[in-house]
């Protein structure tokens, strides 16, 4: 009994250096490979401490085929708190094309996996969950927060405009923390023109991560 016991506790270490040794080397190798991939948008740190988010942007998603205007990553980092947003198309870059090719929603009108597997590979990132939104969800959004809605001069470069919009979301977010959407009309966007993967359990609990260590949340935006 007494050699068993020994025996597993020898198992038990050697597989705790194992996963130590793979946590530390991991970052250096993602690193590596970003360096040697310049279509890689984003490189995101190994962390337990954070969830990464898919914001996708179509025109009408009442409409028979839903056209894609951008795609954005949304990354929260709960020790801190922060929130990245992060363009990922469109972009000057090589696989702007492969998105748009591969661009495709269900027939019940969610992001089709083939189209998440291709942004997780061409960003070199692991989303946990996306958010699917068209033009009135984002007009109703601004409106209801700051009184502007999303003014999109072009479809072919929605970017600034879609900047300056998200960085005065996150900035408000980040002064009135739990008030930020309070008393907005979800039923009005919800589901013909907002749908996510995301639990409303899921999203307060992180919320609630995100403003636990009372500090004010940092917002970054990364456009074109």
């Known amino acids: 009994m007494r050699k068993f016991v020994i025996f597993l506790t020898i198992l038990v270490f050697l597989a705790c250096l194992g996963f130590g040794l ?6 250096e190798l993602t690193k590596k490979q970003a360096e040697g991939d310049n279509s890689a948008q984003m490189v995101t740190p190994v962390s337990q401490f954070q969830n990464n988010y ?25 020790p801190e708190p922060k929130l990245i947003f992060q363009a990922l198309y469109p972009l000057a870059t090589a696989t702007n094309a492969d998105i748009q ?20 590979q061409v960003n070199q990132i692991t989303w946990d969950n996306y ?5 009135l969800a984002f007009d109703q959004l601004g409106l209801f927060v700051y009184g502007g809605g999303l003014n999109i001069e072009s479809v072919t470069n929605p970017l600034p405009a879609e900047q300056s919009y998200m960085q005065t979301l ?22 013909d023109h907002f749908r996510s993967n995301v639990s409303m359990d899921f999203g307060l609990v992180n919320i ?17």
């Open 101 to 120: 090719s591969r661009y495709a929603l269900s027939s019940q009108k969610v992001p089709d996996p083939v189209f998440l597997r291709t942004l997780e």
């Open 131 to 135: 958010i699917l939104l068209d033009n």
């Open 208 to 224: 609630d991560r995100l403003l636990s260590p009372g500090l004010q949340v940092r917002c970054e935006i990364f456009g074109y």
């Open 170 to 191: 996150c900035d408000t977010f980040s002064i009135q923390g739990r008030n930020f959407l309070e008393g907005f009309q979800w039923k009005e966007i919800i589901p």
């Open 54 to 78: 898919l914001v996708i942007h179509v025109d009408d998603l009442t409409a028979d085929a839903p056209q894609l205007i951008s795609v954005w990553g949304l990354i929260a980092y709960f």
């Open 22 to 27: 793979y946590t530390s080397y991991k970052p």
